[in-house]
């Protein structure tokens, strides 16, 4: 079997940390990742299946633990050694083709009875990471005994998988895992009828979450950041009513909103910088999740408002006062499970988003293929995606599969 593998190595990770803050991407060169060939694991349990990748994406929390930035809140809920990936469409032993619902909850544990939120179908917030018959890990991808989307193979529980429909292209297959955690933002926001709504930024993450607004929910008005022209265009065609630069959000909400706004003192601002509004924005989604993008949506929310942060957060310094005097609700989006629909409906998270790509064509997204033997460029890739022209970078495996090269 081949694989891509990270190890728990304190002075690799600190050079990877070295290497990504000079140039993102550029921890694969130096960090605790490699490109290992062994022998092909033991399912975990009696039930787990043998999943082969077909393609397996990599998304911004891959990224981050590659360029030693992920938090160390998640020290205790991985086991290393382990194979990243969790965006990923593959085969079953039979040949059929599933997309992996990478979450480890109770029921892939084997623990029962299951916790509160597992019972409930909100299995992203399963209080078990860390029990059951498999080692530490919040999904595949970051967990030790079952393997990960890097890699000619990994197992799977069988309530981690759904069946992909004929018609469905691979590139479309793998755009399902990102596009549930887009449609829980979308959804987690609680967005009023006929509100208006901000996205700050426009990579992959906000490009599904705009769809999914534009698809479930009825905004009066969604508007987006965007640094590139290329993530400009596409959020303009995915939903966007406006799609701005991250510097001109304030105006653009300000002008959306009939509110007005409240600018520096002259001699600390003298060209009258918008520093924050007295109205703004019914939901803020932040899909960055920086100390700037934060600051950025406390200041453009309205009183009452909400801000849903999707992008994740490592460690960041925030001014807190407007959460505080204008009452905001700030609360995470993290990943699925089931949703609540406008109309009572208890819904899948999966089966809705197997329903926004197939109608928004998100397949598009899916902008490059990588090997696993070229995985340092693809990082590198995918680290400058925006500035390339780019959202979805995924490795192929599929040329792997079919050589049977273990």
Known sequence: MKALRFKRNLPRYAAAKIAGNIKPGSGASFGPIDLIQEESPEAPGEEW??????????????????????????????????????EVVGNLDDDSRVVLEPVLSCTSRNISPTCNPCSQGKIGNCENVTLGEISPGIQTGSCHDTGGGWATEFYAHPSQ????????????????????????????AELPNEGVVVILGSGTLG??????????????????????????????????????????IHRAVRRACGTRAITNVPEKSPDGRVDRLTGGADVVIDCVGTSKSISDALSITKPKGKIVLVGMPSIVEVELTPLWHRELQLIGAYTYGTEKLTSGDVVN?????????????????????????????????????????SFKIVFDLRDERERNIK
């Open 49 to 86: 299946v043998r999943v082969r990748p077909r393609l397996s994406g990599i998304c911004g929390s891959d990224l981050a633990t590659v360029d030693g930035k992920s938090a160390r809140y998640f020290e205790p809920l991985v086991s290393f050694p382990f194979t990243p990936g969790h």
């Open 349 to 389: 998270t999966f089966d809705l988003a197997f329903e926004l790509v197939k109608n928004a064509k998100l397949e598009k997204l899916v902008s490059a293929c990588y090997s696993l033997n070229n995985y340092q460029e693809a990082l590198k890739h995918a680290a400058n995606a925006g500035a390339r022209g």
């Open 207 to 248: 490009q599904v979450t705009i769809s999914a607004l534009r698809h479930l929910t009825n905004p009066k008005t969604i508007i987006s950041t965007a640094r590139y022209p290329e993530q400009k265009r596409l959020a303009a065609e995915l939903g966007s009513d406006i799609v701005v630069s991250p510097d001109e």
């Open 161 to 188: 998988l759904h069946s992909v429909p004929d018609e469905f292209s691979d590139e479309a297959a793998v755009m399902v895992e990102p596009t549930a955690c887009g449609v829980h933002a979308a959804l987690a």
